[in-house]
């Protein structure tokens, strides 16, 4: 039998996404936020100099587009890290293209005028501006004051020859005619970059297709300038849950970028994840990048930036390809043993594990069958004779969890009276 005949999928079912990449700048792109958005979080630690760059090596190997390495106005300390990852990238002459992100103040830009000079690559200047009526209403704004700051800042930056990305913050709470507006000045100025962002984690699936639909049908058009010649970036939070979700949305109604985190990790309830956000376009076709990094990737960037590692994180989370309980555990071990890890891979599992450089295990506890503890013992170098696997059964049943190997192991001695 093929292997797509054993997997009916009712995702494809009726069910097409309508790109036409000749309306677009480029093909689908990430934006890793990690070392900017991510570290706002009020968990995250700032990692050392070093450990950045070990993770931006990993992002290089994911394939991965674009970096947010930092806040330059937020200090000298930001700077420097800024200038050194400048450098490691620079000296291996990487594909990520790097950016910062900075409020729109020419003192943000000015020191990405030097950065730029001094590595020779260009940095994109990711200028952000809140629009929101209630962001307004809190800041005493206008928005005459919010035309005339983002006029100032994107002027800057241009004048610079530093690439821009115009950031609306909270566009997903703000009025259609005010993005309308801000949006098609920061164009007309020289931003071929926008941002749409859901700073709050407020918009649902539907209003991202809204959303991102009323900025490429009316906005860029009503601007004078063509949709390819403007890149689309969408930049989602998970506040109600739903930044996968979103990320999803976004790239069906045709963002050209999308940004994420490691992990989800950010500010209150974190940015949307982007290990996650990847995992979901390569099963769905849309990306062809080597991921078997990604888990190394997603346990550096717990352990540097410890942001948290839930147990039952999807793909991620140690739980995620353990099996334990015996029908379950049954259907996977008879696909191991007919030596197919295509099948194994996914009789009991809707991600592959072996895509994304992991492998599923059976486990043993107190809801496990005999065949979880033949196959441990058999994996684990024992031979599997009755009276040991009927006394680690008995041992695992008497449990209130799943056996660690290190409690196996000592069940094992205990009946060789080690």
């Given at each position: 039998m093929e292997e797509h005949d054993l997997i009916y999928d009712w995702n494809s079912i009726d069910y097409s996404i309508d790109r036409d990449e000749s309306n677009h700048p480029h093909e689908l792109w990430f934006d890793d936020e990690t070392l900017r958005d991510g570290l706002q979080s009020?968990?995250?630690?700032?990692?050392?100099?070093?450990?950045?760059?070990?993770?931006?090596?990993?992002?290089?190997?994911?394939g991965i587009q674009k970096v947010d390495l930092g806040l330059p106005g937020a200090g000298p300390f930001h700077v420097n890290?800024?200038?050194?990852?400048?450098?490691?990238?620079?000296?291996?002459?990487?594909?990520?293209?790097p950016g910062c992100a900075v409020r729109t103040l020419v003192s943000d830009i000015e020191p990405l005028v030097d950065l730029q000079a001094k590595h020779e690559t260009q940095i994109q200047a990711s200028a952000f501006l809140g629009t929101s009526p209630i962001r307004q209403?809190?800041?005493?704004?206008?928005?005459?004051?919010?035309?005339?700051?983002?006029?100032?800042a994107v002027t800057f930056a241009v004048d610079n020859d530093i690439p821009v990305m115009f950031v609306t913050e909270d566009t997903t709470?703000?009025?259609?005619?005010?993005?309308?507006?801000?949006y098609s000045r920061a164009i007309e100025l020289g931003a071929d970059r926008i941002c749409v962002c859901d700073t709050c984690g407020h918009v649902t699936p539907n209003g991202v297709r809204k959303l991102l639909g009323f900025i490429q049908d009316e906005v860029i058009p009503d601007s004078g300038v063509k949709r390819r010649d403007i890149e689309v970036n969408w930049h989602g939070h998970q506040d109600r849950g739903?930044?996968?979700?979103?990320?999803?949305?976004?790239?069906?109604?045709?963002?050209?970028?999308?940004?994420?985190?490691?992990?989800?990790?950010?500010?209150?309830?974190g940015n949307a994840p982007l290990d996650q956000t990847l995992v979901n376009l390569s099963l769905m076709g849309v990306i062809k990048n080597d991921l078997t990094m990604l888990n190394e990737y997603t346990r550096k960037a717990h352990e540097y930036v410890e942001v948290a590692l839930p147990h039952n994180y999807p793909v991620f989370g140690e739980d995620a390809f353990e099996t334990g309980t015996g029908v379950h555990a049954s259907a996977v071990i008879k696909a191991m043993n007919k030596g197919d890890n295509w099948l194994a891979d996914r009789v009991y599992s809707g991600v592959?594990?072996?895509?994304?450089?992991?492998?599923?295990?059976?486990?043993?506890?107190?809801?496990?069958?005999?065949?979880?503890?033949?196959?441990?013992l058999e994996r684990n170098g024992y031979a599997a004779e009755d009276g040991l696997v009927a006394h680690v059964f008995e041992v695992a049943k008497s449990q209130r969890r799943m056996m660690t190997d290190d409690e196996v192991h000592s069940a094992i001695s205990e009946f060789r009276g080690e």
């Open positions: 009020p968990s995250a630690r700032n990692p050392s100099i070093e450990q950045k760059i070990e993770l931006i090596d990993y992002m290089e190997s994911l890290h800024i200038d050194a990852m400048l450098k490691h990238m620079g000296d291996r002459d990487y594909s990520l293209r209403f809190a800041e005493g704004w206008t928005m005459d004051k919010i035309i005339s700051t983002a006029e100032r709470r703000s009025k259609p005619e005010e993005i309308k507006e801000v739903l930044g996968v979700a979103n990320n999803l949305a976004a790239y069906e109604a045709g963002a050209d970028v999308i940004h994420g985190t490691a992990l989800g990790v950010g500010e209150r309830a592959p594990a072996g895509d994304f450089g992991l492998q599923q295990v059976i486990r043993i506890g107190h809801m496990s069958g005999r065949s979880n503890v033949i196959h441990w």
